[in-house]
């Protein structure tokens, strides 16, 4: 694997990123430029785990996290050009983590395509997703080479690896509660902070950190993006119910397979009828028994949540992250920058895949 990051960076690109289009996620010229460096990354390898590393990263998803470390630099003082090499450091260890996941999870499409363990095999996509860890810190460490001091570069990687053991911590405890319908909501947001926002958080704080950004800035980037993981992460999970297979890329019904417990579950559990329980706690026992066809258990799912307000209720708690994530850069200097981070925790709970 070759890591271009940060020599094919135009070094006069301007600190503030191009204006946001009404109707993009993102800057273009950063999704542009992001998709070529990632090209760039395993051109001209001919190994196997160069071809699996090119098939995980391609078709590039949202690039949300690499854009908010870029933002978070620019929006901290700092010039994006030279944290590039993090920001596609970022999306890789992003990558990685979906890769275990669909493995972990069973599910056998992403993005509208064969998941990596059902195009190249179980152990060569575990392989594969160890590659991208550790290709991560590796991009982190390149960005010496664009003039990040030491300081802060050490800084960054443990910013990172603390994000990326929360994660670990995040996904056993979604693994300690699978099915248990007892889980509260405080437990599920404490799991979606630890498994989700950590790389959110993670992305943000090493941007700003990596371009030159106060003590203050790292912070209120920090907590902007820990809201607005959670936001993102609970309107991901309304997703099976208010958006299509093919709008999403992935199967609607993972998480009643899987028996993971998201939010307007939860919710739905703790405030609906008798009945309403029963429901739930049939279509776990008959999911985990195999004596219930999936799109059945999704449809009574569905009836429940609609039933009880879950739905609604967990959209509010979404919309609520996201304003105290726009709240939070009300401290930064008033920039294209932090305009653009504002957009992106209102379109985390408004979007359709």
């Known amino acids: 694997m070759k890591s271009h990051a940060g020599k094919t960076a135009d070094p006069s690109m301007p600190d503030g990123a191009p204006a946001l289009p009404r109707e993009s996620v993102l800057p273009r010229e950063y999704v542009t430029l992001l998709n070529s460096e990632f090209?760039?990354?395993?051109?001209?390898?001919?190994?196997?785990?160069?071809?699996?590393?090119?098939?995980?990263m391609a078709p590039g998803g949202k690039l949300l996290r690499p854009i908010l470390l870029l933002e978070s630099a620019v929006a901290a003082g700092g010039r994006a050009a030279d944290v590039l090499p993090a920001a596609v450091g970022t999306e890789c260890g992003h990558?990685?983590?979906?890769?275990?996941?669909?493995?972990?999870?069973?599910?056998?499409?992403?993005?509208?395509?064969?998941?990596?363990?059902?195009?190249?095999?179980?152990?060569?996509?575990i392989i594969a997703g160890d590659a991208l860890i550790f290709f991560l810190f590796r991009c982190l460490a390149d960005c010496r080479a664009t003039g990040v001091g030491d300081d802060r570069i050490v800084s960054a990687l443990r910013v990172v690896a603390q994000a990326g053991y929360d994660m670990c911590h995040g996904q056993s405890l979604e693994a300690e509660v699978?099915?248990?319908?007892?889980?509260?909501a405080e437990t599920y947001l404490e799991m979606?902070?630890?498994k989700t926002a950590a790389f959110f958080r993670a992305a943000c704080q090493s941007g700003a950190i990596l371009g030159g950004g106060s003590a203050e800035a790292v912070r209120v980037l920090g907590a902007y993006g820990d809201h607005l993981g959670a936001a993102f992460q609970i309107h991901d999970d309304l997703l099976a119910y208010d958006s299509t297979p093919e709008q999403t890329g992935k199967s609607a019904v993972s998480?009643?397979?899987?028996?993971?417990?998201?939010?307007?579950?939860?919710?739905?559990?703790?405030?609906?009828?008798?009945?309403?329980?029963?429901?739930?706690?049939?279509?776990?026992?008959?999911?985990?028994?195999?004596?219930?066809?999936?799109?059945?258990?999704?449809r009574a799912v569905h009836r429940v949540l609609e039933r009880t307000g879950a739905l609604e209720a967990s959209r509010g708690r979404a919309r609520w992250h996201s304003s105290r994530a726009r709240e939070q850069l009300?401290?930064?200097?008033?920039?294209?920058?932090?305009?653009?981070?504002?957009?992106?925790?209102?379109?985390?709970?408004?979007?359709?895949r």
């Not at 983590?97 to 179980?122: C, K, N």
């Not at 699978?178 to 889980?183: Q, V």
């Open 192 to 194: 979606i902070r630890l």
């Open 255 to 298: 998480d009643i397979r899987n028996r993971r417990l998201t939010l307007p579950v939860i919710l739905a559990y703790e405030t609906g009828s008798a009945a309403d329980r029963r429901t739930l706690e049939d279509v776990l026992h008959g999911v985990q028994n195999d004596t219930i066809d999936e799109d059945a258990a999704f």
């Open 330 to 352: 009300a401290v930064l200097p008033s920039s294209p920058s932090a305009d653009r981070l504002a957009h992106v925790a209102r379109l985390a709970v408004t979007r359709d």
């Open 95 to 125: 990558v990685a983590s979906l890769v275990h996941d669909d493995i972990i999870d069973g599910d056998d499409t992403r993005r509208g395509r064969p998941a990596v363990h059902r195009a190249h095999g179980r152990d060569n996509a």
């Open 39 to 56: 090209e760039l990354c395993w051109a001209g390898g001919d190994r196997l785990l160069d071809e699996i590393c090119r098939y995980a």
């Open 178 to 184: 699978c099915g248990d319908l007892s889980c509260d």
